[in-house]
């Protein structure tokens, strides 16, 4: 589920040791500026990939395939944040983190998921890759269509997924950009990096 539209030794082992929920992982409003919860949508828990899968608009074969695949993988549960703006703005943006069975199953989702994403695009839609350094096994990729252009980075950290994206539809001024998506992945990468679940 894409946008369519990224101390001393001490502190840090004990840092890295500290447990985090799911909904603590998700980025924060300082890490992507310009980009706030939106009002009024709480964020989203789904504890099955069945409740994942509902609202993927895939058909039914091909989420009976996702849903094999995510129980096949450990799948724990996963929440969701839209993310909007201060002020009323063309565009949107989405934080998820789905928590797997172990590493190899983060790993493995996410081939899958930029593996669907691709494709699944058809012409006249596009998928494009782009790079993201900093950040070890992240992909970053740009769906554009008639719906929309959207950038999204998805990054897995232990037995946890992650994807940050943003979007519009029309040609507004001046939206968001690749390099700002990219460094504030990085700036969520970062604090999350290593901490087990709760």
Request: overall charge negative.
């Given at each position: 589920?894409?946008?369519?539209?990224a101390?001393?030794?001490?502190?840090?082992?004990a840092a890295t040791t500290t447990?985090?929920?799911?909904?603590?992982?998700?980025?924060?409003?300082?890490?992507?500026p310009g980009f706030v919860s939106v009002s009024g949508q709480s964020t989203t828990l789904d504890k099955t990939s069945q409740q994942w899968e509902s609202g993927s608009?895939?058909?039914?074969?091909?989420?009976a395939t996702d849903i094999a695949r995510l129980r096949k993988e450990g799948f724990v549960a996963v929440v969701i944040r839209q993310?909007?703006?201060?002020?009323?703005?063309?565009w949107s943006g989405l934080s998820w983190v789905m928590q797997l069975g172990a590493p190899k199953d983060a790993l493995s989702e996410l081939a899958a998921d930029v593996q669907k994403e691709k494709s699944?695009?058809?012409?006249?839609?596009?998928y494009q890759s782009f790079r993201v350094s900093g950040i070890p096994n992240a992909r970053g990729y740009r769906l554009s269509g008639s719906s929309g252009t959207g950038y999204n980075v998805v990054f897995?950290?232990?037995?946890?997924?992650?994807?940050?994206?943003?979007?519009?539809?029309?040609?507004?001024?001046?939206p968001p950009t690749q390099a700002q998506l990219i460094a504030a992945a990085t700036k969520q990468y970062k604090r999350v990096h290593g901490h087990p679940a709760t």
């Open positions: 589920m894409a946008v369519v539209l101390l001393s030794a001490a502190g840090t082992a447990p985090l929920s799911l909904s603590a992982r998700l980025i924060e409003s300082s890490e992507f608009g895939d058909t039914a074969a091909q989420s993310l909007g703006t201060p002020i009323q703005e063309p699944t695009t058809k012409s006249p839609d596009t897995a950290d232990g037995a946890f997924l992650y994807l940050l994206g943003f979007g519009w539809s029309g040609n507004p001024k001046k």
